[in-house]
T-cell receptor
């Protein structure tokens, strides 16, 4: 068990560029979540997957955001035409699943800075 | 809809003093409540959770929290603070669609 891995740890980009983040969950965890955390705030839910199916998307996830989990293992979060307001820590979490997810394991996050 | 409110964005204590971090919840159904800790440059770690069993919940590193339905509270306490407890602490509740909803966090500073 190597934990939830996120890459890159830091990303600096210019406004208008596209960025992609990757999350590798704990092996055999069938649920994968994406959260966004800005300074002084708690993590805000973005979306989650049950295996390869995307089950829920937050209203925070604008059309510029897309998440995939093609084979039910790793996931990618892409932001197109980045804006300064997208600057945040993007957190990934995984869990074994179940009726409710009391055992969420979080990665260390990807810190995005949009200049 | 379920939500949590953390009172006090910053708490400062001396080493060895009592730690008290406040969390109040709002839920139309019996809630499942959690406390997470986030150390600098690290991911969130589960400290403890309440799942409708015992109202006094013990977690890691001598932290504990008491579920009080009459006060809709789930405050986190530790009898004696250590320097290593300095971190950001988040209260969270399970929503009716099975996802964690977090509070805004409380930053704990511990002074020698």
């Amino acid at each position: 068990d190597t934990g939830v891995s996120q890459n890159p740890r830091h990303k600096i980009t210019k406004r208008g560029q596209n960025v992609t983040f990757r999350c590798d969950p704990i092996s055999e965890h069938n649920r994968l979540y994406w959260y966004r955390q800005t300074l002084g705030q708690g993590p805000e839910f973005l979306t989650y997957f049950q295996n390869e199916a995307q089950l829920e998307k937050s209203r925070l996830l604008s059309d510029r955001f897309s998440a995939e989990r093609p084979k039910g293992s790793f996931s990618t979060l892409e932001i197109q035409r980045t804006e300064q307001g997208d600057s945040a820590m993007y957190l990934c979490a995984s869990s074994p699943g179940g009726r409710w997810d009391e055992k969420l394991f979080f990665g260390s996050g990807t810190q995005l800075s949009v200049l | 809809a379920q939500s949590v409110t953390q009172l006090g964005s910053h708490v400062s204590v001396s080493e060895g003093a009592l730690v008290l971090l406040r969390c109040n919840y709002s839920s139309s159904v019996p809630p499942y409540l959690f406390w997470y800790v986030q150390y600098p440059n690290q991911g969130l770690q589960l400290l403890l959770k309440y799942t409708s069993a015992a109202t006094l919940v013990k977690g890691i590193n001598d932290f504990e929290a008491e579920f009080k339905k009459s006060e809709t509270s789930f405050h986190l306490t530790k009898p004696s603070a250590h320097m290593s407890d300095a971190a950001e602490y988040f209260c969270a509740v399970i929503s009716n669609t099975d996802k964690l909803i977090f509070g805004t966090g409380t930053r704990l500073q511990v002074f020698p």
